[in-house]
């Protein structure tokens, strides 16, 4: 090919490439709710009110700009309460551009009980994969040892580590370290690693506490709740902030059978998220979040569709918080 078409073909490919494993938004891609599924960031993270969990979810970020960054995601945790472990399994894939990142994660985690609460203890174990789709690409010299180079495929294990306290129903407190070996690495990771400290709060605003004597029965028809989360996040040199506030109607039969959550982070986002529950115990969500701060207005924002399933749930007695 000409040498104009040539520089053109490698810069494309090495922007797309640097994009995927410098820019810090993209290094260790991840839905800006996790708050949903905090297993997505913390191993530890295990879910007692059923037997499994599964979620799937998608986003879309800056959905102005062609070949933007696309996420998928699934997760699916199965919890014995005989003998208080969790199995889990976290199934991701990010593209951006023409660079596609997979990860297949497997973990365990074990719950301690405490006197006042419960200490959760988990482990994950990752095998990640990144590989470039030069399909998409207008490649007429297949051997030259320069896009050769830039679009090798990268294979490479990881790990993750996580701890979490449980008080009650009301308040959860956990620490991890996400893609750990990516720390000890010189030269490109796929993933990056990044350390999780956060906390939880939830707590009834409206109920049975709250309503008058003649309407405290054992089937309050709804209850309130809201839930207060922050969480501090650092990679390499970056620190960054996020908070959550969530509100949530119960339901008689059904924990939070409609809810809302908005969210502020420290990079100049905000976003909001809305939910229901549809038959059974499925769950939809979906969620916006705009960075004022972003390519100068440019940018549509951000849109996330999250839906899960919980199996074979403990009984709900919202009215009993």
């Not at 908070?243 to 976003?271: A, C, D, P």
Request: proline share 2%; glycine share 8%; with cysteine.
């Amino acid at each position: 090919m000409n040498r104009r078409v040539r520089k053109y073909a490698i810069g494309t490919l090495l922007v797309t490439v640097l994009a995927a494993s410098s820019v810090k938004g993209q290094v260790n891609p991840a839905t800006a709710f996790y708050w949903e599924n905090p297993y997505y960031i913390n191993p530890a993270f295990v879910h007692t009110d059923a037997s499994a969990y599964f979620f799937l979810s998608a986003r879309k970020q800056w959905m102005a700009l062609s070949g933007s960054p696309v996420t998928f995601f699934g997760t699916a945790t199965f919890y014995s309460e005989r003998y208080r472990m969790q199995t889990g399994v976290k199934i991701l894939h990010d593209k951006i551009g023409y660079v596609g990142s997979s990860d297949l994660s497997l973990s365990y985690a074990y719950s301690l009980e405490l006197r006042n609460g419960a200490l959760n203890m988990g482990l994950a174990l990752s095998y990640q994969l990144q590989a470039v789709d030069r399909e998409k690409m207008a490649i007429e010299e297949e051997n030259d040892p320069v896009l050769a180079s830039l679009a090798d495929t990268k294979k490479e294990w990881n790990t993750g580590v996580g701890a979490e306290y449980i008080a009650g129903r009301s308040l959860r407190a956990g620490i991890s370290a996400q893609n750990m070996l990516s720390f000890f690495k010189k030269g490109r990771n796929i993933f990056g690693g990044t350390n999780y400290l956060y906390g939880r709060y939830r707590t009834r605003i409206l109920g049975r506490l709250y309503q008058p004597t003649a309407y405290r029965t054992t089937a309050s028809p709804t209850t309130y709740d809201m839930e207060w989360g922050i969480c501090l996040r650092q990679y390499e040199n970056d620190f960054q902030v996020d908070g959550v506030v969530s509100f949530y109607l119960n339901h008689h039969t059904q924990r939070e059978k409609f809810q809302v959550s908005i969210l502020g982070r420290s990079i100049g986002e905000i976003g909001v998220l809305a939910g229901v529950k549809l038959l059974s115990e499925v769950k939809v969500l979906c969620a916006y979040d705009y960075n004022f701060r972003a390519w100068q207005g440019n940018s549509r924002g951000t849109f996330e569709v999250i839906v899960s399933y919980s199996l074979l749930p403990k009984k709900c007695v919202a009215d009993g918080f």
